[in-house]
């Protein structure tokens, strides 16, 4: 079975500075990796995935996500953070020889972004 | 704008009674989801329909139910409601199953209070 742990329920991370949202996977096979975002009163926002390729991905806003397969971990990173980032983050994965392509969401993250 | 949408926005209704929540998805998405947020509960995911068929069950109560209508437009329908079904209920739209599209878009989301 798949499943996605986020062991941060609050990140706080001052504005300029970098900041990390953590997130690790279990998956039977290999994984698709998502991160959304949500913000107060909206649904959930795509950010980025991992599928294949480079172990680096870029999405929207500036940020970036660490595919580490030994880890089993794909970290959300932003190299200068914005008061405009505090939100609820989510990692996602789901399992790539699924014949479902139900995503598994973490508990979420909030972040949040002191001036 | 994720191109999703969901009526109502708002709902409030007595304990015991039943309603339907809509969703459109995005055009082209075959896939609609239905997920349940809540506090204490994260985001759960409960059913997936594709093309008009059920391909995918989560943690979807017995008094809950959904289908997709044949211009892919889908229903949830709950029903004997109680105090705990009170929450924020998220529609996300996808692509196909195993196609080439693998992130889900999600709809603004229906908040229901049960009283």
């Known amino acids: ?115 | 704008d994720s191109g999703v949408t969901q009526t109502p926005k708002h709902l409030i209704t007595a304990t015991g009674q039943r309603v339907t929540l809509r969703c459109s998805p995005r055009s082209g998405d075959l896939s609609v989801y239905w997920y349940q947020q809540s506090l204490d509960q994260g985001l759960q995911f409960l059913i997936q329909y594709y093309n008009g068929e059920e391909r995918a069950k989560g943690n979807i109560l017995e008094r809950f139910s959904a289908q997709q209508f044949p211009d892919l437009h889908s229903e949830l329908n709950l029903s004997s409601l109680e105090l705990g079904d009170s929450a924020l209920y998220f529609c996300a739209s996808s692509t196909g199953t195993s196609g080439t599209s693998y992130e889900q878009y999600f709809g603004p989301g229906t908040r229901l209070t049960v009283t």
Request: proline share 5%.
């Open chain 1, 1 to 115: 079975a798949q499943s996605v742990a986020q062991p941060e329920d609050q990140v706080n991370v001052a504005e300029g500075n970098p900041l990390t949202v953590k997130c690790t996977y279990s998956v039977s096979g290999n994984p698709y990796l998502f991160w959304y975002v949500q913000y107060p009163n909206r649904g959930l926002q795509f950010l980025l995935k991992y599928i294949t390729g480079d172990n680096l991905v870029k999405g929207s806003y500036g940020f970036e996500a660490e595919f580490n397969k030994s880890q089993t971990s794909f970290h959300l990173k932003k190299p200068s953070a914005l008061v405009s980032d505090s939100a609820l983050y989510f990692c996602a994965v789901r399992d790539k020889y699924s014949s479902a392509s139900k995503i598994i969401f973490g508990s979420g993250t909030r972040l949040s972004i002191r001036p």
